[in-house]
């Protein structure tokens, strides 16, 4: 991974050469509770980790530029136990500030990688809109989002601390990860009821009762999490080659 271009190590005179060119690729996080048993930069750190594999293997024309992981996001939902949280409106500027910046300083493309679903709509509504006054092209994902372009793929579904979470923390960090407690993820959450297709619905206090745990983690191994994490990677670096082929200036 040692060709990965950082930006917080270019200087001034590289960004303006590679700026006008460049994707850069910002990965979005979050600080919040994981459970008894992740640590609560779980999604931050599966988020930097899956850009930089995929910024590893893309092969794009175009120079792909990796932006500083945005350790915080939208999490008040979590603070029943903790988390470092930013408000709906506040998230929602500090991401236009950063589109606004990157433009002011060169790039004319942004892709924003999200690893928090909390974080998801808000980063869809900036991309939407800050197209409308300034001069850039901004794609925006949620990497569990992506299509898989690798065979058998592991059928795992994201859920909160749970199965998926836990593999792949296992896999990246198995230093931070504890033991989860004996019934933790048992309790059925409200909003993951379907009552009927495209109804979302939240309820009070929903996170503090189930224990912030959307389902059990006890399946959880680190193959999973290697096979998760390299087809997350994948699916992102090929993601990265349509959105460069489809933006490049000459189109």
């Known amino acids: 991974m040692s060709g990965i271009i950082e930006l917080g190590r270019l200087t001034r005179k590289d960004v303006k050469e590679l700026a006008p060119k460049a994707i850069v690729v910002l990965p979005?996080?979050?600080t919040e509770q994981h459970g008894e048993h992740l640590p609560l930069?779980?999604?931050?750190?599966i988020a930097d980790t899956i850009c930089r594999r995929a910024l590893a293997v893309v092969d794009t024309p175009s120079p792909v530029v990796l932006a500083p992981l945005m350790p915080f996001g939208n999490s008040h939902?979590?603070?029943f136990a903790c988390a470092i949280s930013l408000s709906a409106d506040t998230y929602v500027r500090v991401l236009r500030d950063i589109c606004s910046t990157l433009s002011r300083s060169g790039f004319e493309r942004i892709l924003f990688v999200n690893g928090h679903g909390g974080n998801d709509q808000a980063m869809r509504l900036v991309s939407n809109d800050v197209v409308l006054d300034l001069p850039l092209t901004v794609a925006?994902?949620?990497?569990w989002t992506l299509t898989s372009v690798t065979p058998d793929a592991p059928q795992v579904q994201g859920g909160h601390a749970g199965v998926y979470e836990t593999a792949v923390m296992q896999h990246i960090a198995p230093d931070l990860v504890g033991t989860p407690g004996a019934h933790l993820g048992d309790t059925p959450a409200f909003f993951d009821q379907v009552l009927s297709n495209g109804l979302l619905v939240n309820r009070h206090n929903e996170w503090a009762r189930i224990g912030g745990v959307t389902e059990r983690?006890?399946?959880a191994t680190e193959e999973m999490g290697r096979l998760i994490v390299e087809d997350r990677a994948q699916a992102l670096a090929a993601a990265i080659?349509?959105?460069d082929a489809a933006s490049k200036k000459d189109n």
């Open 28 to 30: 979005i996080g979050s």
């Open 41 to 45: 930069l779980t999604d931050a750190l």
């Open 77 to 79: 939902h979590h603070l």
């Open 140 to 143: 925006a994902c949620s990497y």
């Open 217 to 219: 983690p006890d399946a």
């Open 241 to 243: 080659a349509s959105f």
